[in-house]
């Protein structure tokens, strides 16, 4: 299936009747927390599957995931999933693959956190993207709150650097 940038691939809450293959493009993941707040708290990228907590088993659907950009995903029926993992005894290896590379990416994201200034980690994150975006300005996928959320910074100190640049 096809998702244009703004179209939702699944939405918190939602039961897990299926799994998705991003075959390429990129999405956000945001959570609306009981006080009101919405964080962003992931990207998704070509040859994730996801949700990740449910690669194993089925859990609701954590956040809502948004396309940034044009993007096409393989959605796979929860069931035909889930008795492929029972079955396949390969099947644990693939996700524990797919698992390892997303742990790997939140490591590389957690060290973009610890660097020293807010212009530095802005630089580090642009970077990033510049690898999933194909040629689309970060700025242009997500907020100055979001890009904030993602550096921890406030989205004041998003705007009064991208004005330096």
Known sequence: MILHKGEILFHQGDGGEYLYHIK????????????????????LYAGETVPHHS????????????????????????????????????????????????????????????????AERLELLSEWLDDYSHGVHFTELLTQEEIGQL?????ETINRLLRGH
């Not at 492929?84 to 390892?100: F, Y």
């Open 24 to 43: 390429s493009g990129l999405f956000k993941v945001t959570r609306l927390h009981e006080n009101g707040n919405m964080v962003l708290f992931n990207i």
């Open 151 to 155: 550096i921890g910074v406030r989205r």
């Open 55 to 118: 690669l194993i088993t089925p859990k609701e659907a954590h956040g809502t995931a948004i396309a940034l950009m044009r993007s096409e995903v393989e959605r796979i029926p929860a069931e035909e999933w889930y008795r492929d993992v029972k079955e396949n005894p390969g099947k644990a290896l693939e996700i524990a693959l797919l698992l390892q590379e997303k742990v790997r990416f939140m490591q590389k994201r957690l060290d973009h956190l610890t660097v020293g200034t807010p």
